[in-house]
């Protein structure tokens, strides 16, 4: 698929694989990043620097602002969703598909895209839009929720670049995707 940008996916997961419980909630997450002390964002405000556009999913879209938390000032946003009216947030701009969004980041002159939300990241990764992924691991297992990864047509082989241990012995490790 042509595209003028990159994508990059830096994400939380407990060590099985998980990125929120079934109901969307990330206690277990947030919970144990602030007792380690996760005031540095643990490259976070780096990574968002390094981005003009974050692509989000309804799903995830909806959990940022029912969270009340609104992190992304200054940047592009789109949301992919079927469902989401246009014209329901200003600080958004609502996507009906993939192809739609692809035109609307070359038509913005996109450079660098921050993909967040399982559904989406899937979605780019079987598309082949993304070059980075950087998932910081979680010292917890949580047993079932909504998966980082699902399906794939092919194997996606990735090249390890870095891997740091963090406080409170969260593992954030870094790789390229082929």
């Known amino acids: 698929m042509d595209r003028s940008f990159t994508a990059s996916v830096f994400i939380g997961t407990s060590v099985d694989g998980f990125i929120a419980r079934a109901d969307g909630d990330l206690g277990w997450?947030?919970?144990?990043?602030?007792?380690?002390?996760?005031?540095?964002?643990?490259?976070?405000?780096?990574?968002?620097?390094?981005?003009?556009?974050?692509?989000?999913?309804?799903?995830?879209?909806?959990?940022?602002?029912?969270?009340?938390?609104?992190?992304?000032?200054?940047?592009?946003?789109?949301?992919?969703?079927?469902?989401?009216?246009?014209?329901?947030?200003?600080?958004?701009?609502v996507y009906r598909d993939l192809d739609q969004l692809i035109a609307g980041l070359a038509d913005r002159g996109t450079k660098s895209v921050y993909v967040d939300g399982g559904q989406t990241i899937q979605t780019f990764l079987r598309a082949g839009l993304v070059q980075q992924i950087t998932i910081t691991q979680v010292p917890v297992l949580i047993g079932s929720g909504l998966p980082l990864f699902g399906p794939l047509d092919a194997d996606i082989s990735l090249t390890h670049l870095s891997t740091k241990v963090l406080k409170a012995g969260l593992v954030q490790t870094t790789y390229s995707v082929e």
């Open 29 to 93: 997450l947030i919970s144990r990043g602030e007792a380690a002390g996760g005031g540095d964002g643990y490259g976070y405000p780096e990574f968002m620097s390094s981005v003009d556009t974050v692509v989000l999913g309804r799903a995830t879209y909806e959990a940022v602002t029912a969270s009340g938390w609104w992190q992304y000032d200054g940047k592009n946003v789109a949301v992919i969703s079927s469902r989401l009216p246009a014209g329901t947030d200003p600080r958004i701009t």
